[in-house]
């Protein structure tokens, strides 16, 4: 299984998360936490089937958007890791 860690400010408790999930794609893994926790993390990250903009995510330190997207494969032991982007001025 692949673990989603999930920073305090996405998360529904407040504080972070690192959570093992199903799923054998970033999608299906994002949605298993989703259904499984019933939180809003799928509508929070995902927007017309990518990640939205001022999100990143990366699989094992890669960022999906240079790989396949939502549909980067994962499997055990693999690491998804959901930040939203910093901004300031």
């Known amino acids: 299984m692949p673990t989603v860690r999930i920073p305090a400010v996405l998360s529904e408790t407040g504080g972070s998360r690192n959570?093992?999930?199903?799923?054998?794609?970033?999608?299906?893994?994002?949605?298993?936490?989703?259904?499984?926790?019933?939180?809003?993390?799928?509508?929070?990250?995902?927007?017309?089937?990518?990640?939205?903009?001022?999100?990143?995510?990366?699989v094992n330190g890669k960022d999906v958007r240079d790989i396949d997207g939502v549909d980067t494969q994962v499997g055990d032991g693999d690491e998804i890791r959901i930040i939203p982007a910093a901004s300031g001025g």
Do not use: F, M, W
Not at 29 to 51: I, P, R
């Open 19 to 58: 959570v093992e999930v199903d799923g054998d794609t970033v999608l299906a893994a994002v949605h298993a936490y989703t259904e499984e926790y019933g939180s809003e993390l799928e509508d929070n990250v995902l927007g017309n089937g990518e990640v939205k903009e001022y999100i990143n995510v990366y």
